[in-house]
């Protein structure tokens, strides 16, 4: 089905980010993995929670060139997939006024790192892995 | 042996408080904890756990506050009327969904599996319960930083938190060190405190955003591995002979190697992210809050059983106080100390 608009929502109520001198920390609190953005990432992160239609990023200046809509595609598409995202039927939200020139003041390109090294410890407890498909309290065995 | 569910997990976690509080007179001994704004009652038989709970901990003394009181029955099928703990009985488990059940009924709670080991906490009431099958079936960890479960959930009631992250400082003023195991904290507190600066805890300090960031002893414990332990000439200077812990690491005390007694507080100036370096000597760049943010938060709410959401709140306020750093270590106690000396020296003034 086509959509109106392409516009997006967070995710979940267990999606929680934080965001530090214009750079964005998330938090995915059901499965403990942590996700780090580059700068013209947190901001064009931080605008897609927010609820704007994605088309209107494209062709602004962002991380030292313009930005393409095959790159904001890839990079939406890596945050629908890592399930921070989920596409939204309602109303996309204006531009937000600023937004171009933070995004043009932005010296890298897109991108979200994953820091999930001590997801596993977050679900499960902090000694002991437990094998997913067999759930509790099956113990992961040592390979 | 009775199965418990996500479904009646509120109800159990009730049903053992009561439990406990119906069958306190039987219990041998009850010890009283004074840590920084808590008196902390812990009924405890005679054992491992008691011995822990008697020089684990570095107590406030000089806190003026008036404290709150909180109780915790440790507990065993030993004592009159407690019963055998249940087993978890749902196909899965995550500590998330564990949290959210409870923390829907205002209760908190944590299971061990291995151990059928029960955690749970009524903090509107104060009081907790830790049921083992029997006085010694704890986990290994739990000596080192008994009850830390139970302080954890009443702390953050309070907007406090218990914080993995090491601290050292001079004349009242500290830096935080943040990151993950082998990140290099333990060998950096213990260099510190070894060349003459103070610290507050070297695994969990409280810290507390009221005013600024302030750190407080908890525990008293350090671990350093072998390696570590040789390298700060610590094998000489303690004499230790006791086994190695569960992560095979010698454990002591800050009383062991401290300059003097352990500050109060220690009013927190800077986030310092520690990583082994591979030279010679130290340097400390500043780093972004993001990067600190991420050496900070994820162990210390991975550590820690519920109130995920607020304690990354939490940490996310404290970066956003402090100016955060990157510290290269060197390969030297002396040159080590002597750097963060320098650095506090140069961000307070």
Known sequence: MTRDCDAYAVA???????????????????????????????????????????????????????LGAAELEHFISQLLELGLLVPSE?????????????????????????????????????????????????????? | MPRVTLETLPDYARHLITAAEDAAACYPAARTIRLPRLELIAHVAPGVLAEALGHAFLEAEDDLAEPSTCRIFTVHPGIGGIPEPARWGDAHFTEYGFAERLAGAELRGHYFHDLDFWQVYDPERRIGVQLMTSPDAFPPWEPTAPLRAFLHWEYAARGMRLTHAGTLGA????????????????????????????????????????????ARPLFSTLKQDPQGFARLGLQQRLMIESPLNWQGKHTFHIADIAPRPVPAALDIVALVVPHIGGGETSSIVPVSRRDAMIALAPSGIMQMPGERESG??????????????????????????????????RVVS
Request: no cysteine.
């Open chain 2, 171 to 214: 004349n009242g003023k500290g830096v935080l060190l943040a990151g993950a195991g082998g990140a290099g904290k333990s060998g950096t507190v213990a260099a510190g405190l070894l060349n003459g600066l103070d610290s507050v805890g070297d695994d969990y300090v409280l810290i507390d955003l009221a005013g600024g960031v302030t």
């Open chain 2, 312 to 345: 990354f709140r939490f940490f996310g306020d404290l970066t956003r106080q402090l100016p955060s750093y990157r510290l290269s270590l060197g390969t030297h106690p002396e040159e080590i100390a002597g750097t963060l000396a320098d650095f506090l020296t």
């Open chain 1, 12 to 66: 979940s109520r267990d999606i929680v980010f934080e965001s530090f001198d214009g750079e964005a920390v998330v938090l995915n609190l059901a499965n403990g993995k942590y996700f780090g953005f580059s700068d013209s990432g947190s901001r064009v992160w931080q605008a897609l929670a927010s609820g704007i239609d994605a088309r209107a990023l494209i062709g602004l200046t962002a991380g030292g060139s313009t």
């Open chain 1, 90 to 143: 309602t109303a996309a939200q204006p531009l937000p006024g600023e937004l171009p020139a933070e995004l043009a003041a932005t010296s890298e390109p897109l991108d979200v790192s994953i820091h999930d090294d001590l997801a596993d410890l977050i679900i499960v407890d902090p000694i002991h892995e437990v094998e997913e498909p067999l759930g509790w309290p099956a113990v992961k065995q040592a390979s």
